[in-house]
């Protein structure tokens, strides 16, 4: 490959791989916070047969 | 709150299915033309540009959306826009969230099915020996349903659909992501290893793989100033990213109301564009260039496009690589088209089911029964007039146009009707991630602009559409047979048939969504919280 090419395809693929692995790894590793329920109430809803 | 039991069962089940969403056949077969048609290596550069801009924008749009108007027991679109403006239109601007996924599913859905049956043909060897033009021959005759097999297929695609819909989210979709996303990466590393290592002079290869890498990579600076390569570009991230469907904000409707939006979408996207970037770019063209040379890979995209060359080409040029690793190759190549087409179909179910679900009380099995039957009647048109440019004009009105004008309408409800100040407090609810914001400036000015650009340079070509001009044209030419006359005049006629289709089912759902508001009114369920 030409050094432009190169520099090119492996400047796209390091940055794209590595902000995949990053989020991804967030993704895995952060640990469930305890999120309340929002206070905001739920409008009336009729309930139907929800099976 | 959600009128039913559905919920996500883990938060990486979510991010792959949304990852699931977004990556589709055109992640391997359209970004890697794209890129050679619009300058190389250079186009990375707008490309990268538009998906800061637009796609992470956007994302953040609709998965917020998503989740404000799942707290409030919104699972589509037309009440979820409702919930976000007092103005009753809104609800009718939600109608593309439903129409477009129907539309699109009812073409994507026939598409997907080959990559099943080529799945099937690779295991049973049906290209062994065959030359280059038997095996683009055997395509046509599949498209042009020579034998009963395609629709066999297709049936199989729907009801596996359907099944896996009927099983719910966490029970099916997500298991779909699950198993299908890490094969789909897994075949895809595979397969652009065996073709970037390809050597002149082995398996009958003439170039080396990085001869493919070579031309998609060097970059041609002068078109960075060329105003079609930056909207091919957006195009490119737009449709990459399934954004402006409806089905984004359908799954994060599912969410916890405080659970976190800009991490997992960020995930999500950027695992998108991983297997467009890295993937896609890294099997089609490389594998060709090694057989036929810049040359003959130009031709073939020129006279096939993205899908010539994955359904007509390559099948033939895996039987170079020996009977045994052929098979492998085809069962990869096509098993992974296949994952990344089914987690986009599976996708586009669920706004539909939303809707039933939630207006009308529909239970779970009868709304994943009414998509695949939709989808039958909706899709049986491209199938049987395949030839005549049904299937082009559904994604050309359902796929292109329809997400184009709904992502501009919700960006502007979003950014201005319901506020970028509420918008960016959606936003960043439950964050995982700080982000930064900037974000909040580009989410009100600059991803409106470039939509509107998008959709003003679009205009000629919607026209021409509309006209059917290049139809005409070709009718002008007075060298032409009665016989070609007769079928381009047929062209013309189904085509037009297939646009009143689309505006009788956007029509037919807007009347549902009328009616589902009326029944609102009558049991005093409020749908505006703005």
């Known amino acids: ?51 | 709150m959600s009128s039913h039991n559905e919920s996500w069962g883990s938060r990486v089940g979510l991010v792959l299915a949304m990852a699931g969403n977004a990556v589709g056949l055109g992640n391997f077969l359209r970004f890697p033309v794209q890129a050679i048609q619009n300058g190389g290596g250079s186009f990375i550069i707008p490309y990268l540009v538009c998906f800061f801009l637009m796609g992470i924008p956007l994302l953040f749009i609709e998965w917020s959306m998503g989740r404000f108007g799942g707290r409030h027991g919104h699972h589509s679109t037309p009440f979820i826009l409702d919930s976000m403006s007092k103005f009753a239109f809104w609800k009718y601007i939600g109608v593309f969230g439903i129409f477009t996924n129907l539309a699109v599913a009812a073409y994507y859905c026939y598409l997907e099915s080959w990559a099943l049956g080529y799945v099937w043909h690779s295991l049973t060897g049906v290209f062994g020996g065959q030359t280059s033009d038997q095996v683009s021959q055997f395509f046509g005759d599949y498209t042009s349903l020579s034998s009963v097999q395609p629709i066999i297929f297709w049936a199989i695609c729907l009801i596996l659909n359907t099944w896996i819909l009927s099983r719910g989210l966490s029970g099916g979709v997500e298991k779909v992501a699950k198993v299908g996303m890490p094969l789909l990466i897994l075949f895809g590393i595979i397969l652009a290893i065996r073709g970037i290592s390809l050597k002149a002079g082995n398996d009958g290869a003439i170039f080396d793989g990085t001869e493919g890498l070579n031309f998609l990579w060097t970059p041609n600076f002068d078109t960075i100033w060329s105003g079609k390569v930056w909207l091919a570009a957006a195009g490119q991230i737009f449709f990459t990213l399934s954004v402006g469907m409806g089905s984004i904000q359908c799954y994060a409707s599912y969410m916890r109301s405080r659970d976190d939006i800009a991490l997992n979408a960020m995930s999500a996207g950027w695992m998108n564009e991983f297997v467009e970037v890295v993937l896609g770019g890294a099997i089609v063209i490389p594998i060709t260039v090694g057989y036929f040379g810049i040359d003959g890979m130009t031709e073939l995209v020129n006279k096939a496009g993205g899908l010539g060359l994955g359904f007509r080409t390559l099948p033939y040029l895996f039987q170079q690589w020996g009977p045994i690793i052929a098979v492998f190759a085809g069962v990869m190549w096509f098993g992974l088209l296949f994952f990344a087409g089914i987690t986009s179909s599976l996708a586009m179910g669920t706004p539909i089911m939303g809707f039933m679900r939630d207006e009308f009380g529909w239970r779970r099995e009868q709304a994943a029964w009414l998509f695949g039957a939709l989808v039958f009647l909706l899709g049986l048109p491209t199938v049987v007039f395949f030839n005549y440019g049904v299937f082009d004009e559904y994604d050309y009105w359902a796929g292109t146009v329809s997400l184009v004008v709904f992502a501009l309408f919700e960006t502007i409800l979003f950014a201005w009707v319901f506020g970028v100040n509420r918008g960016w407090k959606e936003i960043t609810l439950g964050a995982d991630i700080k982000v930064p914001i900037a974000f909040k400036f580009i989410i009100k000015f600059i991803t409106p602009l470039i939509l509107i650009a998008i959709f003003v340079f679009s205009l000629p070509s919607i026209i021409d559409t509309i006209n059917n001009t290049a139809i005409h044209k070709q009718l002008m030419d007075s060298t032409i047979s009665e016989a070609t006359i007769a079928e381009l005049n047929k062209t013309i006629l189904l085509r037009n048939i297939a646009r009143f289709a689309l505006l009788g089912m956007w029509i037919g759902i807007a009347v549902l969504v009328a009616v589902a508001y009326r029944k609102r009114q009558r049991e005093g369920r409020f749908t505006t919280t703005a």
């Not at chain 1, 791989?17 to 206070?39: G, I, Q």
């Open chain 1, 1 to 51: 490959m030409n050094t432009t090419a190169l520099i090119m395809f492996l400047g796209s693929v390091i940055t794209v791989t590595a902000f995949t692995v990053y989020f991804f790894y967030k993704v895995l590793t952060t640990p469930p916070s305890a999120k309340e329920e929002d206070d905001q109430p739920i409008p009336p809803v009729k309930s139907f047969d929800v099976s």
